[in-house]
């Protein structure tokens, strides 16, 4: 029941419009709300290898983003990810990525893609982006709008690389690329 409510919340999501940031005047960022969610239940359709599985559950975000760091930091405060605590950190460089178990990586720092992956080589990291093309240049997921709606692609083979499961109910609701 608890997984059928989570699709469901996230096939809600995908029939929102994509927003433009707004974090001006008080307003909400809901692009960055909407990101938010999805990175958060995609831990829960990707399963990291058992010594990923204690400890903290870290997400780094490569670079400034500040609407989506308050969104995730929000979420870790009244969430876990399965058992583990969730946390949050924001990262000047491709150095400080240590055992994170997914990256961010904004599209005014997509330059950084390559660094990254060469850090994250040999390690269960998912590398999230958000542009055109890059699930195909070493993402396993890439935020894209599509008809006017957030979207996100889902290349399965990276994933796997880094030693990821990723579960079907997933599949069925990205855009696959290899």
Partial sequence: MKKLLTLLTLLLILVFPAFTPANQGGKVDTNAK???VFIYNFTKYIEWPTDYQAGDFTIAILGSNE????ELTNMS???KVANQPFTIKVIDNASQIGKAHIVYIPEDNIGLVGKALSTVKGKSTLIVTESPGYAKKGAA???T?????QKFELN???AQQ???KVSSTLENIAVLVN
């Avoid at 609407?67 to 308050?70: G, H, I, W």
């Avoid at 709008?145 to 709606?149: D, L």
């Fill in 162 to 164: 880094h030693n990821l």
């Fill in 67 to 70: 609407s989506l760091f308050q």
């Fill in 156 to 158: 399965k083979s990276t």
């Fill in 34 to 36: 909407i990101k938010a």
């Fill in 145 to 149: 709008i599509a008809s006017g709606r």
């Fill in 141 to 143: 997921i890439n935020f």
């Fill in 77 to 79: 405060k009244v969430k």
